[in-house]
């Protein structure tokens, strides 16, 4: 890991959901990288032990499996919330976009549009790593069949986006069921049952259309907050 630039990978274990904290570590300013609202006390706490100052919370897209901790941790310090400007959320201080970038000090984070798990996925690329959200998993990726996902754009967004960066890549996804904690853009080019170079479009189609999955068990309640920031009738005070 490089020496200039402090990096932090935190996990949720109810919905299996990693969140990241990164900064510029000559002059501490930070972002965090999906927070969970239930572990938002322990996040805060580290970031103020490292003496870090939060600018940025970033959701790389809105989550159905868990509530986002962003409008909480904005709250408690004023670091502004980011998310897709195609979630359309009124409360969000930026809209991101593709090509859209933000500083930490002298370091910057580059926004890549990467629809395809919903239509608000955004990766987020970081002095040579990259958070993916769901559209690209450790040997796997994120479903296709709500949110107006799309296995045709998520194919798009994977192989003719993130696989167009550099093999030495570290992909940090935001969720791992079986223990991963990173790979590589080389390692899933290679091996990624779904979406390694030599799987065709229709291959992945296929794939992804005989997949039949629930739901995830929050999703009615996750959605409807994300698109509040993380405000439910429990935390809305």
Do not use: W
């Amino acid at each position: 890991m490089r020496t200039d630039i402090l990096f932090h990978q935190l996990f949720e274990a109810e919905s299996c959901t990693y969140t990241y904290i990164i900064a510029d570590k000559k002059t501490k300013e930070a972002a965090i990288i999906d927070p969970v609202l239930e572990t938002v006390d322990r996040d805060l706490k580290l970031i103020e032990e490292l003496d870090l100052k939060l600018l940025y919370v970033l959701d790389t897209h809105i989550h159905a499996d868990h509530i986002t901790g962003a409008g909480e941790i904005r709250k408690r310090t004023h670091a502004q919330t980011c998310v897709s400007q195609k979630a359309h959320i009124d409360c969000v201080d930026i809209p991101l976009e593709e090509g859209q970038e933000l500083k930490l000090g002298e370091k910057v984070i580059k926004v890549l549009s990467t629809p395809g798990h919903t239509n608000t996925c955004l990766t987020y690329y970081f002095e040579g790593l990259l958070f993916t959200g769901d559209a690209l998993l450790i040997r796997g990726c994120g479903r296709t069949d709500f949110q107006q996902g799309s296995s045709d754009k998520l194919f798009e967004s994977v192989h003719g986006k993130l696989f167009k960066l550099p093999d030495e890549t570290i992909v940090y996804p935001a969720h791992d069921y079986r223990g991963m904690t990173s790979s590589t853009i080389l390692l899933e080019k290679k091996f990624n049952p779904r979406l390694r170079e030599t799987n065709s479009q229709d291959d992945f189609k296929k794939m992804m259309s005989e997949l039949k999955l629930a739901h995830p068990k929050k999703i009615h309640e996750a959605v409807p907050a994300n698109l509040a920031c993380g405000r439910t009738k429990e935390n809305e005070n």
